[in-house]
């Protein structure tokens, strides 16, 4: 079976070839032992996981349990990575199959990184339980590609390689894709012979929606007065409709993330405005997906009269790893079968 998954640092987001999806905060917090006797139970994006004779909660309830997110530079030395993509897998495999994996990478760490993680990965074996079923899954082959250009196959194919978008194919477009951490773009710039990536022109800078996250939390500080804590800012904005608890009162934050939003939106395009300079007229279209694609859209629009949002930007990169792994798996079985 064939499953993506897009090991944000933000927030972990995977879909399979049928097209099941699955999405929860990349949070990770060790069970160390039951203070109810299980009797509080879990919502959908909350899952208690035991795996290798260890428990933990992961996603909301991750959150809730004070668990944390971890940002190794060196990515395959995330001590939640095994534990995130076994998750995802679980929710979304419906047997026992061997699992062909496609993840992603920031584009700033996809060229040093991409064989680690792979190897990390690779031949992975668990028995793991979520909800008291067990699952025992087995990775197999493994591709890894750039977060961005998972976002570019997203426009562009469907989950099984054929193509979606005639108007976009071959065109020269550029990805904008903002993340929990970074922001990573792309540059496909039309040759002779086909579509191919300008390096000198994508790339990542930490420019995620935590940065923006870190603005609203300092605001809201100064909205009630005190210390707001960045963790339950987010718990409002993800959960409870902007409306964040401190000291006995509740203060809506609507308007403080959309003020900063706006004002996020601005320092991305002048980025990225500043990587493309004259080059981004020569753009088709310029394609936003990610985590952050949502949020920011409207206010990139307006300086970015070209930009046109993919489908469900949250999960663009799941969909185009899997685009980008059946077309790969293609193009591997016919080099086998022009062998025989």
């Known amino acids: 079976m064939r499953i993506s998954v897009d090991i944000g640092f933000g927030f972990t987001k995977a879909v399979s070839e049928k097209g099941k999806e699955v999405s929860f905060p990349s949070v990770v917090a060790r069970r160390i032992a ?11 994006d909350d899952y208690l996981v035991t795996m290798d004779g260890q428990e933990f909660y992961v996603g ?15 990515v395959a030395q995330n001590q939640n990575l ?50 008291g079923k067990e699952k025992h899954i087995e990775i197999g082959s493994v591709f890894v590609f750039p977060q961005s250009a998972g ?5 562009l194919h469907n989950i099984d390689g054929t193509i979606k978008n005639q108007h976009l194919f071959n065109r020269q477009v550029g990805v904008i894709d903002p993340g929990y951490r970074t922001v990573d773009i792309l540059y496909m710039a039309r040759g002779r012979k086909g579509l191919l990536p300008r390096e000198d022109l994508s790339g990542s800078e930490e ?24 963790l339950e800012v987010e718990k409002a904005i993800l959960w409870y409709n902007y409306e964040f608890d401190f000291k006995g ?3 809506n934050i609507r308007d403080i993330c959309e003020q900063t939003y ?50 469900k930007p949250e999960f663009a990169n799941a969909y185009g790893f899997l685009a980008a792994q059946a077309l790969a798996m293609r193009v591997s079985d016919d080099a086998a079968a022009a062998k025989e």
């Open 207 to 230: 420019l995620g929606m935590n940065e923006a996250h870190k603005i609203v939390r300092i605001r809201t500080s100064q909205l009630v007065g005190g210390e707001a804590d960045l």
């Open 249 to 251: 009162k509740t203060y």
């Open 151 to 155: 976002v570019y196959y997203h426009a």
């Open 60 to 74: 909301d309830a991750g959150m809730v349990a004070g668990g944390s997110r971890t940002w190794e530079d060196q």
């Open 34 to 44: 039951s203070m109810t006797g299980g009797a509080l139970g879990y919502g959908q």
């Open 262 to 311: 706006r004002e996020h939106a601005g320092k991305i395009v002048a980025w990225v405005k500043q990587r493309w300079g004259d080059e981004i007229y020569n753009l088709h279209a310029i394609i936003l997906g990610g985590g952050g694609g949502e949020a920011l859209y409207s206010y990139m629009k307006e300086s970015l009269p070209s930009l046109m949002k993919v489908d």
């Open 82 to 131: 095994k534990i995130l993509v076994m998750t995802a897998i679980h929710v979304l495999l419906e047997d026992n199959a061997k699992v062909d994996l496609a993840v992603g990478l920031p584009m700033s760490f996809y060229i040093g990184q991409r064989k680690s993680i792979r190897d990390a990965l690779s031949n992975l074996k668990a028995d793991v339980v979520i909800g």
